[in-house]
């Protein structure tokens, strides 16, 4: 069984810093691409940044320039470094990768961090 564990979230004033980490677990042939969305109250779940294994990234145009995603695929790892972040980006934050074993790949989801941004 796979898993995908978020951590790292938190509160923080605007301006400062947060790194989120998900770390992919369980039965694992590859994992191939992994990505931070996120999900404001009242508002549907978006696409914050992707990355593919061979670490082409894509980014929200609401973070480019501030967020940064990355990943270890020796630790089947994906980090999201977060900066100058602003109260918009309050959000509960959800790792999604696709991963695969005998050749089949499966979509999964973390359980979600929550990360706050004070004025």
């Known amino acids: 069984q796979v898993r995908l564990v978020e951590s790292g979230g938190g509160l923080v004033q605007a301006g400062g810093s947060l790194s989120l980490s998900c770390t992919a677990s369980?039965?694992?042939?590859?994992?191939?691409?992994m990505a931070w969305y996120r999900q404001a109250p009242g508002k549907q779940r978006e696409l914050v940044a992707r990355?593919?294994?061979?670490?082409?990234?894509n980014y929200a145009d609401s973070v480019k320039g501030r967020f940064t995603i990355s990943r270890d695929n020796v630790k089947n790892v994906a980090y999201l470094q977060m900066n100058s972040l602003k109260p918009e980006d309050t959000a509960v934050y959800y790792c999604?990768?696709?991963?695969?074993?005998?050749?089949?790949?499966?979509?999964?989801w973390g359980q979600g961090t929550q990360v706050t941004v004070s004025s």
């Open positions: 999604n990768a696709d991963v695969g074993l005998s050749g089949r790949l499966q979509n999964y």
């Open positions: 369980g039965t694992i042939g590859s994992v191939g691409v």
């Open positions: 990355i593919t294994r061979g670490a082409n990234t």
